[in-house]
């Protein structure tokens, strides 16, 4: 029979590594840290960062580049700072070997820092990235009177002739955009929905705060491409009929905010989109038929190269997905709210 000191120490012990373990669980973000962070990678990958407290646990949503963004659980707190683990990722498109990305921050001396040690399965990569992060004021209490808006005179961004005021977003890959009839074309012989591809993404040169934008894009069935505010937000293109649909589909802005209904056109068709951002709330009017209504965008969507929404930013095309057509790229900016 067991020894009863033995047996109380015993529980005892237990009891205390019950109740450090449940401690650690419902340990509390420390408060410098909640709310949104746009990061500075040293990689130069952009980066996005959300600490919440939801239920009593602590929560981080966090995106760098075209990763997924969470929700991750913290799976530490100590002396001011959080542990958790992104999803893991495939080192390439169709590879067995796995990324794992362990993640710790904190704020010191009042400034965010943090670092991503990133490990892959077979041993070929170790690799730590550091990071440091600005704060994002919250999220405005309402919603813009748009009625109270005033925007100044349209721009033409594209002068159907050649891609002045354009440029490629990554130099190191293949450019297949060109002026071809007053049409800005991307000819690529890429036909799935990966997220990435050997061909470059294009950007405005010049920068823009809030606006409306006016575009007509022409995507063939099982075609897709995105056009991003401010290099932050993705207004989905894909055909009426595409696989993607709901908040990944037609009208979207991409993972974010679902489109009231599909107005989207078969593919092969001219689509229409105006679009309007003011004060981080987004009204979508897809080929006339207004699919979302001035709501706001909580982070940047997937592939966004800018993840602060008090910068101004460009406006940024998919080129990396598949072939499409874009014409009469108009942009009026806001000039006051009265």
């Known amino acids: 029979m067991m020894n009863i000191k033995f047996q109380c120490s015993l529980v005892i012990l237990c009891a205390a590594a019950f109740a450090s373990t449940s401690a650690l669980k419902a340990a509390s973000a420390p408060k410098e840290l909640l709310g949104d962070w746009s990061l500075d990678l040293e990689s130069g990958e952009p980066g996005w960062m959300s600490v919440v407290e939801k239920d009593g646990r602590s929560l981080v949503h966090m995106r760098v580049y075209i990763g997924p963004d969470g929700p991750y659980s913290v799976t530490e707190t100590a002396n001011g700072r959080l542990k958790f683990s992104l999803r893991r990722r495939r080192i390439a498109q169709g590879s067995a070997v796995l990324i794992e990305s362990a993640v710790d921050v904190g704020v010191t ?15 070929t990569v170790s690799e730590r990235v550091r990071f440091t992060g600005k704060r994002i004021p ?86 897709n491409s995105g056009v991003y505010l401010r290099g932050m937000y993705e207004a989905q293109v894909v055909d009426r009929d595409s696989r993607m ?17 599909n107005a ?59 072939t499409v057509k874009y014409r009469n790229i108009y942009l009026a900016p806001v000039v006051s709210v009265q």
């Open 109 to 123: 001396n009042g400034k965010l820092d943090g670092v991503i040690v990133r490990t892959s399965t077979d041993g």
């Open 245 to 261: 649909q709901g908040i990944q589909g037609p009208g979207a802005i991409f993972g974010r905010i679902a489109p009231s209904i």
């Open 264 to 322: 989207g056109r078969p593919g092969g068709q001219w689509q229409t989109y105006d679009l309007t951002l003011v004060d981080r709330h987004v009204t979508v009017v897809l080929n006339g038929v207004r699919v979302i209504d001035n709501q706001p965008i909580i982070g940047p969507t997937a592939g966004a190269i800018y993840t602060d929404p008090s910068a101004s930013g460009p406006i940024y095309l998919q080129g990396d997905h598949t």
């Open 138 to 223: 919250p999220m405005p209490e309402s919603a813009p009177d748009l009625s109270r808006v005033r925007f100044g005179l349209p721009v033409l961004l594209f002068n159907g002739k050649d891609l002045t005021g354009w440029r490629p977003y990554e130099s190191d890959k293949i450019n297949g955009w060109s002026a071809q009839d007053g049409m800005l074309v991307n000819t690529t012989t890429k036909t799935d929905f990966s997220p990435t591809g050997d061909h470059a993404n294009l950007r405005t040169e010049a920068e823009f705060e809030d606006f409306w934008l006016h575009m007509e894009f022409l995507v063939e069935e099982s075609r």
